[in-house]
Structure formats: C-alpha cells, structure tokens
C-alpha cells in the first residue's frame, strides 16, 4: 500500500528563519511527487512536481529536492504569508488516470 | 489564469438526504478527480474521471456515490444516501497533458 508520512506536523518559524519539511513515502512505483500549500478552508494549490531522484526545483523562498525514499521541501527565509499546511502527494505508477496520495501535511506558522 | 470553480461553497443536509456537488474543470483538462478531507485528516481519493468513464475508484467511493459529465463543462458527485460520515469537504481537481492536479476551493458537506 502506498504511504507517505510528513514531518514534523507542525513547525513555528520566526521571519528570516530558514527550515525544511519532510516526506518520507513508500510506493510502488512513483510516476511523480508533488508538493502543495493548502491554506485554511481551501483546496490545495499546487507548487511541485518531482520525478526522479536528485532532481531539485524552485520557486521564491521555496525548493523542493527528492531522494529515493524522501522529499524535502526547503523554506529560506520565510516571511509571514507562508504560513500555511504544506501537503505531500505521491502519484503511483499504476492506474491510467493517477490518483494521489497525500500525507497529512505539516502546519507551518512563521512570525513576525 | 484558468482555474477549477465548484459549487456551492457550503451545502447542509439532512441524513438521508441526495446531494449533488458541481465542479467545473479548467477547459482543455482531460482527466478529472474528486477528492475528500475529513475536518483535521488527509486528502482522500475517490475517483478519478476520463473519456466519459470512471477510471479507478476508492474503497470510500462505494454505491451510495456516483460522477457524471453531464456537459461539455461540468463535472458533478452525487450522494444518494448522506450519512453523517460523509461530513467532509469535497474537492474536485482537474489535470491536462502534464502531471498535476489542479483543485479547486472545495465544497464542504455538512450532514445533520
């Protein structure tokens, strides 16, 4: 069964604080791992896609990298308006259509 | 810039009761999803949509849950029987040529 676990479940960062979230998954075989922000009461907004092994992507204050077992998302210097739940996904590689398989996230607060 | 709109934003019923959410998906996506997040737990799958067929459902998706592509636009999860573990908010997400999902804000369920 596919599974994906994310760490820690919450994190309080001050401004300027940099840190790094955890995914760690077990699948089968992995089509691609994303990684999206998930504000309160809404959908999930999507950030990333990862495909393979070493491979590393950007956007703003974030970067997400991925090993064989695990995915990090990095968070440089992270401002008020990141605050929000980070949500790991894995998409099998089984199945036509994909599906996800999220984690429960890790709630990040960063203040002033 | 495209995005996936569902509604209502909030529907309450009572037990028993028939409920139809509606999405719209982003106009040149193939590959449409619902998805549930109990208050406080994960994302969940529940079916993913293409070429006017269900292409893989959950163990969650069972009788009681259909999906229909009434139009060229819309994209609808019908409940027949609410119970009150059904409680939970709705996401529909859509997916073009590449590998992510979109989402959209969600639909939240409120059986009483």
């Known amino acids: 069964e596919d599974q994906v676990t994310q760490s820690p479940e919450a994190l309080r960062l001050q401004e300027g604080e940099s840190s790094s979230l955890n995914c760690s998954y077990t699948?089968?075989?992995?089509?691609?791992l994303f990684w999206y922000r998930q504000d309160p009461g809404k959908g999930p907004e999507f950030l990333f896609t990862?495909?393979?092994a070493g491979e590393e992507k950007e956007k703003e204050r974030l970067k997400a990298t991925l090993t064989k077992k695990e995915s990090f998302l990095h968070i440089t210097a992270p401002k008020p308006e990141d605050s929000a739940t980070y949500l790991c996904a894995v998409d099998p590689q089984s199945g036509t259509a994909s599906k996800l398989t999220f984690g429960t996230g890790t709630r990040l607060q960063v203040t002033l | 810039e495209p995005e996936v709109t569902q509604t209502p934003s909030h529907q309450v019923t009572q037990m028993g009761q028939e409920v139809i959410l509606r999405c719209v998906p982003i106009s040149n996506h193939l590959y449409f999803y619902w998805y549930r997040q109990i208050l406080g737990q994960k994302v969940e799958f529940l079916v993913s949509f293409y070429n006017n067929e269900i292409s893989e459902k959950s163990e969650i998706f069972d009788d009681q849950f259909s999906v229909e592509r009434p139009d060229g636009s819309n994209f609808t999860l019908k409940i027949r029987s609410t119970k009150l573990e059904d409680s939970a908010m709705y996401f529909c997400?859509?997916?073009?040529?590449?590998?992510?999902?979109?989402f959209g804000p969600g639909t939240r369920l409120t059986v009483t």
């Open positions: 997400a859509s997916r073009g040529g590449a590998s992510e999902q979109y």
């Open positions: 699948v089968s075989g992995l089509r691609g």
């Open positions: 990862l495909y393979s």
